[in-house]
């Protein structure tokens, strides 16, 4: 038993539904992407699987237990969950807002420990935002505050962690690191990661198991090597491509085919130019 799932999950926005009848396991121990194109469903499942969406059916279940039966700090002390597009309170600083995932640790009679400014540093070091601890959040540029909201999603310490695109507004060297560090937590600490990724190599790249979605269905999932393949591609994205292997890692890469080429221009057909005589008077 995975510790969590999802059964008969049917998630809707008013009477729009975007998610029907969908069972899904995420593996315990593994960094599972979740791929699809634009409007497919994968950032509305996985704002169900963090109880920021209720279910219009079916149900997340988590050790067994649907999340609605759960109290909320029992799920913010196992699960952790950075959204698409968190809001920080106004002129907050960047430690204090990274302090604030150490929340669901804390206790009337358990203050502020060791441990937690331990948590707290070592999410900051990690995520390279330490220098930016005195500076307001709404001060910092989109990348430098996508690290700090990562550094207060890792401060939390939970055993899983959800990631909402967390390369949005990141240079490809910010990328790199922070999915570097994604798969460092797996590795290291044995964090179950769920990652939503548009990126299809990275995904691909980082994942040890991977979940394609198409219209609120999943289409296909496991190993990377088994679900990025030509026929599926097109399947999911209408994108015609070879896959071919990475020459970093050895898994699949994907190369789109037929790029984009500029009509051709009709030929003019050569004239014979008559210059007139000069007429000098």
């Not at 050790?63 to 909320?72: I, K, Q, W, Y």
């Not at 929340?103 to 937690?116: A, E, L, V």
């Not at 310490?157 to 490809?172: A, F, G, Q, R, S």
């Not at 070879?242 to 080429?261: F, K, S």
Request: contains cysteine.
């Amino acid at each position: 038993m995975t510790r969590l799932s999802a059964r008969g999950l049917t998630l809707a926005y008013e009477d729009r539904t975007v998610v029907e009848a969908l069972d899904l396991d995420i593996p315990d121990g593994e960094v599972t992407v979740i791929v699809g194109p634009n409007a497919c469903g994968k950032s509305t499942t996985l704002r169900a699987l963090g109880r920021l969406l209720k279910p219009r059916g079916g149900a997340v279940l988590l050790d067994g237990r649907s999340l609605a039966e759960l109290p909320t700090r029992h799920i913010a002390q196992r699960l952790g969950l950075l959204p698409q597009t968190p809001v920080a309170p106004e002129t907050i600083t960047v430690a204090d807002l990274v302090a604030r995932g150490r929340q669901p640790h804390q206790r009337w009679w358990r203050q502020w420990s060791d441990d937690d400014e331990r948590a707290v540093s070592e999410a900051m070091d990690r995520t390279d935002v330490t220098a930016l601890a005195d500076r307001p959040v709404d001060e910092l540029s989109g990348g430098q505050r996508q690290r700090v909201w990562i550094a207060m999603a890792l401060a939390q310490e939970t055993d899983l962690l959800l990631l909402d695109e967390p390369t949005t507004y990141l240079d490809i060297a910010h990328q790199v690191e922070v999915l570097d560090l994604v798969r460092q937590l797996n590795h290291d600490k044995g964090r179950t990661v769920v990652v939503v990724l548009h990126d299809l190599n990275q995904a691909a790249r980082y994942a040890s198991h991977l979940i394609a979605m198409k219209a609120g269905r999943v289409v296909a999932d496991g190993p990377p090597a088994d679900v990025v393949t030509a026929s599926l591609v097109h399947e999911v994205f209408g994108l015609d491509c070879v896959v071919v292997p990475d020459p970093v890692t050895g898994g699949p890469l994907v190369v789109p085919g037929r790029p984009w080429q500029p009509a051709p221009s009709p030929e003019t057909p050569p004239t014979d130019t008559v210059m007139s005589p000069v007429r000098t008077t």
